[in-house]
Structures are given as structure tokens and as C-alpha cells.
């Protein structure tokens, strides 16, 4: 998997359109490599239809495009992540169904089209424990299978992910992975099957 930094060409000639994501959506965030490192090692039995939420560049949903065969959509608030998507998404020769929304505009009856919902990285400010919480609650809701969230621990990261333990039995796992890019931190794990 081709995972291109800010100096990729391919990148560098997206930021030359004047594109700039504007919610965190601009460089590859270091989680999204624990979430492919657990799936890599723990691959969810169900994984046809993927929605990464909060996808940024796109890179986890992208492997489970290329490394799963999975029909994968890629889900963020702000549409000018998604030609920098596209330029990792060319890179690797796969594709992704794009989908401009917040957290709390996902319905339950959207979510139940889905396996697996990944998500990187998207619980960083106060303010999200909230939305965060509500669309893992919908998406237990709607039956998705297996929900997967990693991050740096950060503080609202625990918060909500201690609620998840509490309210869908969810497991709290910390995970570090070496190679290429070195990264730790901890995952959310919910089995809905």
C-alpha cells in the first residue's frame, strides 16, 4: 500500500489546485496505520461494504479496498479532502464511493448498508465525545457488524470509547505497530455479529 506524505508529487500537485482540507484532513495521521495493522492481523469476518468515517486521505478504507476486495465508502465533513483521496486512491489503482457528511447527519437506515465502519483519528476535541458516541450507538443500532476506531488515546478518545465498554461491551485494546511507520496508541473494538 502506497501511503504518500505531504512531499508525495501526487500530493504536491493536489495542494498546487489550492485545495486545503480545513478539519484535519491534511496529511496522513499515524492511527490510521494501527487500524490497518489490526485489521491486517484480526481481518473481521464481515467486510463486503466498508464506510470509513471521517477518512481524511483516505488511507484505511483504501486498504480495505485493495488488501480485502471491500466496496468501500469514504465518509468526511470536508469535501476538499477527497482529490487528495483520490490522488492515494490512483496510487494504489482502487476507488472509493465519496460521501460529504457530519457524524450526526448518518442515519441508522445509511449505516445498516455497511459491515464495517472504521474510523481514524476522529475524536480530538471535547466537543465529539458526543457525535462520536451517538454514531457508534447508530451504527450498533442499525446492525453493523464490526466497528473498529483507533487513536492516539487521547483523552475524548477514552471517554467515548469508555462509554462503547460500558453501554455495547465494546473492547478498549492498545496497539502499537513497527515497520514503515511506527505508531501507538489504542482501539475501540465492537463484534455486532
Not at 468526511?76 to 457530519?102: E, I, M, Q, T, W
Not at 477514552?158 to 514503515?180: F, K, N, T
Request: charged fraction near 25%; glycine fraction near 6%; charge should be positive.
Amino acid at each position: 500500500m502506497i501511503m504518500p506524505t505531504a512531499s508525495h508529487p501526487a500530493i504536491r500537485r493536489v495542494r498546487r489546485q489550492g485545495l486545503q482540507p480545513s478539519i484535519h484532513g491534511n496529511k496522513l495521521w499515524k492511527s490510521s496505520c494501527l487500524l490497518l495493522d489490526y485489521l491486517g492481523k484480526h481481518t473481521p469476518e464481515h467486510h463486503d461494504r466498508v464506510l470509513d468515517v471521517g477518512c481524511g486521505w483516505g488511507i484505511a478504507g483504501l486498504w480495505c479496498a485493495a488488501r480485502l476486495g471491500a466496496e468501500v465508502t469514504s465518509m468526511d465533513a470536508d469535501p476538499d479532502v477527497f482529490p487528495y483521496l483520490d490522488a492515494v486512491a490512483a496510487l494504489n489503482g482502487v476507488r472509493s464511493r465519496h460521501l460529504v457528511k457530519r457524524f450526526e447527519q448518518l442515519t441508522t437506515r445509511e449505516l445498516a448498508q455497511y459491515d464495517l465502519l472504521i474510523a481514524a483519528d476522529i475524536c480530538f476535541w471535547d466537543d465529539m465525545v458526543k457525535p462520536v458516541t451517538n454514531l457508534v450507538n447508530r451504527a450498533v443500532k442499525a446492525g453493523v457488524k464490526h466497528i473498529v476506531i483507533a487513536d492516539p488515546e487521547r483523552s475524548t478518545f477514552l471517554e467515548m470509547a469508555q462509554i462503547c465498554v460500558d453501554r455495547h461491551y465494546a473492547e478498549l485494546l492498545p496497539w502499537r505497530c513497527r515497520g514503515s511507520v511506527q505508531a501507538r496508541g489504542a482501539l475501540m473494538v465492537i463484534e455486532n455479529a
